[in-house]
């Protein structure tokens, strides 16, 4: 599986916005970003995944790089509610493979 | 949206005992269900896949003979970790992978504590 890098911690004030970095200058043409995040005690919870343009949705932003080598996760006004891990993971559209997780990024949001 | 569900959500038992922990899709068939194994203040790590009807594909380095895979319906998969030690006591996680649209859905986890 292709490698994703993140930071291991990031810090935001309550209700500013959060940009989750994440590199993978490995992806392959078939890989697509996928972002899940993990709260406290609970299992992953999927957040949002694109393959090549930016992407919106309830939750999140994705921006993708043009050459698609980063990508970054943006939720538009942090909440207490989202302090988690959170994961940038590649996966080939929609197959038969599991998520692969890495480290990922430990988000703590101050009030 | 899709409900994986766990059972049950923590248990607590003594070493050498055998703990089954079910993993169900509730509105969708899950031909194909991954275990993960999490510890404290570690991510995720795969365990094995699990496919109905047939046997599950264990990840380097688990024992298939302790950690036993089940997959006998398209909505159900269990894990049974047989004469558990206290090295066993983890976060137990189970990924369905919808057929219909091929996304992954997760549940939300059972603690292991084995005492």
């Known amino acids: 599986d292709a490698k994703t890098t993140q930071p291991n911690s990031m810090e935001s004030n309550e209700e500013e916005p959060v940009h989750l970095p994440c590199n993978h200058s490995?992806?392959?043409?078939?890989?697509?970003i996928h972002w899940y995040r993990q709260l406290p005690s609970q299992g992953p919870e999927y957040v949002i995944h694109g393959l090549t343009s930016n992407v919106n949705n309830r939750m999140a932003s994705l921006a993708i790089a043009e050459d698609r080598k980063s990508s970054t996760l943006i939720l538009h006004r942090a909440t207490l509610r989202d302090a988690a891990v959170y994961y940038c993971i590649l996966r080939v559209g929609t197959g038969n493979t599991p998520l692969v997780f890495g480290k990922g990024t430990r988000l703590s949001v101050i009030a | 949206g899709a409900v994986v569900s766990q059972h049950p959500s923590w248990v607590i038992c003594k070493s050498g005992t055998s703990v089954k922990i079910e993993c169900r899709s509730l509105d969708f068939q899950a031909t194909t269900m991954f275990w993960y194994r999490q510890f404290p203040k570690q991510s995720l790590m795969l365990m094995a896949t699990s496919n109905e009807g047939s046997k599950a594909t264990y990840e380097q380095g688990v024992e298939k003979d302790k950690f036993l895979i089940n997959h006998a319906s398209l909505t159900l998969s269990t894990l049974t970790v047989t004469s558990a030690h206290p090295e066993d006591s983890s976060f137990y996680i189970c990924?369905?992978?919808?057929?219909?649209?091929?996304?992954?859905?997760f549940g939300e986890g059972s603690r292991l504590t084995v005492l």
């Open positions: 490995t992806i392959s043409g078939t890989d697509y």
């Open positions: 990924s369905a992978r919808s057929d219909s649209v091929g996304e992954l859905f």
